[in-house]
């Protein structure tokens, strides 16, 4: 196989045009190609008034490589060999009972989807709805600020990412292709193949939908079983090894049932507050870790679009994304997280009296805002309230709770929303400016100040106004804030051993929640690694 990089189409020319740009690279004809394939695309953007699409396309060709090589192609073209995931040899683990997944998140899921093509059979518990029922509570719940805690958009099949930009892109470091595995079986399950090579992949809610419905037949029909509206309640512990887990059904309530179990892979994401509370008190191994906090922030797309590809070329490229970082002050590092261009600030609350927001957009991403959570890293030690995180592993839990709590007070339950001048002048704000908010669920114009710590507010003021010095109209008067943005990784890891095995035998701490993941596509990998890891043991 032969790859060429930097292969460079303008805005206006088709991708019809990459066959004829091969054949000049390669100074063959056409008829001398056997077949080519796009394994990269992006967009380079650096001189605005020339962006181009810049490609690296993997070819066949009837014509002898070695003729190729003999003769000295330059950096651009080199030989390379297929590689693919390999799942590793099974040792045909002896199980008493079936495995059990708690959790139907990209972690639980791909979890799920390794042993049952390993014919183990798994068991799915998902204290939430299937998607189709998660969808009507969700919308409902946007519409008339009913919140359903054990279905919304953090918990139902999933998991917290169905209900969002659907970004695949990850900084994992990916040696084994198990990322590539997990976007070829997107794409299996219906997927657009531009997410195999698009720099920054994305399926967008609307298409997601459909491929969890997909994943679920896919492994039901490999053996595995789902149950929805099944919550874990507690662990039966037998000699420091888990024998069983105990559930109940969050739909019609009613009485707890027992699961006999002697592999429990524990994928609950990182709302589950209730369950970390359990795992707590089962002393589970396990600490509070740092994580992100802050307020949302949304701009016009058009904005973003002329800002990032100039004026002329911003209507021929896709809604552009932005990434700005920024120390402040006093040292904190303030940065944007998880970018959604033409996306929607969703209400993404999971507890009563508490709001946290997120991003999300459909696959177009055709919404008339972008939208970013500008946050602020903090660490144990910003957790004040007494509860020295260094006994209490679920402070950090905490602190997100005391956030979300002052944002449901300011917003009287809906997502409190804050013009950006306002905000700098510790001014409530009464209704917009140019920008009109883009939120899902109802909104209710306040002040934001009262959310987070001064420090922050202060780290999160000095970052926008630099961000303006970059990307012009980023710290306009009338951009819209929206808070808390609380939930940017887990507050708590749960310890595990290189075998991924937690402090109690048998218990396997999986994806974002076990503070292994951040994002789907790392949740999802981290879900084949646990599955291949109780695979591995005889
Ligand atoms: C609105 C929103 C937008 C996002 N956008 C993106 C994005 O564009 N790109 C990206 O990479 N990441 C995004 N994320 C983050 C991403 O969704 C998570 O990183 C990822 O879903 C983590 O996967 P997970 O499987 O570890 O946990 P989760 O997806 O959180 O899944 C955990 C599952 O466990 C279930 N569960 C919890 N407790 C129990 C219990 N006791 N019993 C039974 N079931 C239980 C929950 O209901 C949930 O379905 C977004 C998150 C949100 C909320």
Same mark, same amino acid.
């Given at each position: 196989?032969?790859?060429?990089?930097?292969?460079?189409?303008?805005?206006?020319?088709?991708?019809?045009?990459?066959?004829?740009?091969?054949?000049?690279?390669?100074?063959?004809?056409?008829?001398?190609?056997?077949?080519?394939?796009?394994?990269?695309?992006?967009?380079?953007?650096?001189?605005?008034?020339?962006?181009?699409?810049?490609?690296?396309?993997?070819?066949?060709?009837?014509?002898?490589?070695?003729?190729?090589?003999?003769?000295?192609?330059?950096?651009?073209?080199?030989?390379?060999?297929?590689?693919?995931?390999?799942?590793?040899?099974?040792?045909?683990?002896?199980?008493?009972?079936?495995? /059990?997944?708690? !959790?139907? $998140?990209? %972690? =639980?899921? #791909?979890?799920?989807?390794? *042993?049952?093509?390993?014919?183990?059979? +798994?068991?799915?518990?998902?204290?939430?709805?299937?998607?189709?029922?998660?969808?009507?509570?969700?919308?409902?719940?946007?519409?008339?600020?009913?919140?359903?805690?054990?279905?919304? /958009?953090?918990? !139902?099949? $999933?998991? %917290? =990412?169905? #209900?969002?930009?659907?970004? *695949?892109?990850?900084?994992?470091?990916? +040696?084994?292709?198990?990322?590539?595995?997990?976007?070829?079986?997107?794409?299996?399950?219906?997927?657009?193949?531009?997410?195999?090579?698009?720099?920054?992949?994305?399926?967008?809610?609307?298409?997601?939908?459909?491929?969890?419905?997909?994943?679920?037949?896919?492994?039901?029909?490999?053996?595995?079983?789902?149950?929805?509206?099944?919550?874990?309640?507690?662990?039966?512990?037998?000699?420091?090894?888990?024998?069983?887990?105990?559930?109940?059904?969050?739909?019609?309530?009613?009485?707890?049932?027992?699961?006999?179990?002697?592999?429990?892979?524990?994928?609950?994401?990182?709302?589950?507050?209730?369950?970390?509370?359990?795992?707590?008190?089962?002393?589970?191994?396990?600490?509070?870790?740092?994580?992100?906090?802050?307020?949302?922030?949304?701009?016009?797309?058009?904005?973003?679009?002329?800002?990032?590809?100039?004026?002329?070329?911003?209507?021929?490229?896709?809604?552009?994304?932005?990434?700005?970082?920024?120390?402040?002050?006093?040292?904190?590092?303030?940065?944007?997280?998880?970018?959604?261009?033409?996306?929607?600030?969703?209400?993404?609350?999971?507890?009563?009296?508490?709001?946290?927001?997120?991003?999300?957009?459909?696959?177009?991403?055709?919404?008339?805002?972008?939208?970013?959570?500008?946050?602020?890293?903090?660490?144990?030690?910003?957790?004040?309230?007494?509860?020295?995180?260094?006994?209490?592993?679920?402070?950090?839990?905490?602190?997100?709770?005391?956030?979300?709590?002052?944002?449901?007070?300011?917003?009287?339950?809906?997502?409190?929303?804050?013009?950006?001048?306002?905000?700098?002048?510790?001014?409530?704000?009464?209704?917009?400016?140019?920008?009109?908010?883009?939120?899902?669920?109802?909104?209710?114009?306040?002040?934001?100040?009262?959310?987070?710590?001064?420090?922050?507010?202060?780290?999160?003021?000095?970052?926008?106004?630099?961000?303006?010095?970059?990307?012009?109209?980023?710290?306009?008067?009338?951009?819209?804030?929206?808070?808390?943005?609380?939930?940017?990784?887990?507050?708590?890891?749960?310890?595990?051993?290189?075998?991924?095995?937690?402090?109690?035998?048998?218990?396997?701490?999986?994806?974002?929640?076990?503070?292994?993941?951040?994002?789907?596509?790392?949740?999802?990998?981290?879900?084949?690694?646990?599955?291949?890891?109780?695979?591995?043991?005889?």
């Amino acid at each position: 196989m032969i790859r060429i990089t930097q292969i460079k189409l303008r805005p206006e020319e088709g991708e019809d045009l990459l066959l004829s740009k091969i054949c000049k690279k390669l100074k063959i004809s056409e008829k001398d190609i056997e077949s080519w394939q796009i394994t990269k695309k992006s967009i380079d953007a650096r001189k605005k008034e020339a962006p181009v699409f810049v490609y690296q396309v993997d070819v066949k060709t009837k014509k002898q490589e070695e003729l190729f090589f003999k003769h000295g192609k330059g950096p651009e073209i080199r030989r390379v060999t297929e590689a693919r995931y390999q799942f590793p040899k099974d040792a045909r683990r002896t199980m008493q009972h079936r495995p /059990v997944i708690v !959790g139907t $998140g990209p %972690a =639980g899921l #791909f979890c799920g989807y390794m *042993l049952s093509q390993a014919g183990y059979g +798994p068991v799915l518990l998902e204290r939430g709805g299937p998607v189709e029922e998660r969808e009507e509570a969700v919308e409902q719940f946007w519409k008339t600020g009913v919140l359903n805690p054990e279905c919304n /958009v953090q918990f !139902g099949e $999933g998991g %917290a =990412g169905t #209900f969002s930009d659907g970004k *695949l892109n990850t900084l994992i470091k990916d +040696p084994f292709l198990r990322g590539k595995k997990v976007l070829e079986l997107f794409v299996s399950m219906g997927a657009g193949s531009e997410i195999l090579y698009d720099s920054k992949p994305h399926i967008g809610t609307d298409v997601l939908k459909q491929v969890l419905k997909n994943m679920r037949q896919k492994i039901e029909s490999m053996g595995g079983q789902f149950h929805f509206h099944t919550k874990a309640t507690n662990l039966e512990i037998t000699d420091g090894k888990v024998s069983g887990v105990y559930i109940q059904d969050t739909k019609a309530g009613g009485i707890t049932r027992f699961i006999a179990a002697d592999v429990l892979v524990l994928a609950t994401g990182h709302s589950a507050r209730d369950t970390f509370q359990m795992l707590y008190e089962k002393r589970l191994n396990m600490h509070a870790k740092a994580f992100a906090v802050g307020l949302r922030i949304e701009h016009p797309q058009s904005m973003i679009q002329i800002s990032q590809y100039g004026e002329k070329y911003g209507a021929l490229l896709p809604p552009a994304p932005y990434k700005v970082t920024a120390r402040a002050s006093d040292g904190r590092g303030v940065y944007s997280f998880c970018m959604c261009p033409g996306g929607y600030v969703v209400n993404a609350s999971s507890e009563q009296g508490m709001t946290a927001v997120n991003g999300m957009s459909n696959h177009a991403r055709d919404g008339r805002n972008s939208n970013s959570a500008i946050v602020v890293t903090v660490s144990p030690e910003d957790f004040e309230d007494g509860l020295s995180a260094n006994i209490n592993p679920l402070a950090g839990m905490e602190f997100q709770r005391r956030l979300e709590r002052n944002a449901w007070r300011l917003g009287n339950g809906a997502v409190p929303i804050q013009l950006y001048g306002d905000f700098k002048e510790n001014r409530k704000s009464s209704g917009p400016g140019e920008v009109l908010p883009d939120t899902k669920g109802q909104n209710c114009y306040t002040n934001l100040r009262g959310i987070l710590p001064e420090p922050l507010n202060r780290a999160i003021i000095e970052g926008v106004d630099f961000w303006g010095r970059k990307i012009l109209g980023f710290d306009r008067y009338d951009a819209i804030l929206s808070g808390v943005e609380s939930r940017t990784s887990s507050p708590v890891r749960i310890e595990r051993n290189d075998q991924m095995e937690s402090s109690i035998a048998g218990i396997y701490p999986c994806g974002e929640g076990a503070g292994y993941a951040g994002g789907i596509t790392s949740a999802a990998v981290d879900g084949i690694r646990v599955a291949e890891a109780i695979i591995s043991i005889k």
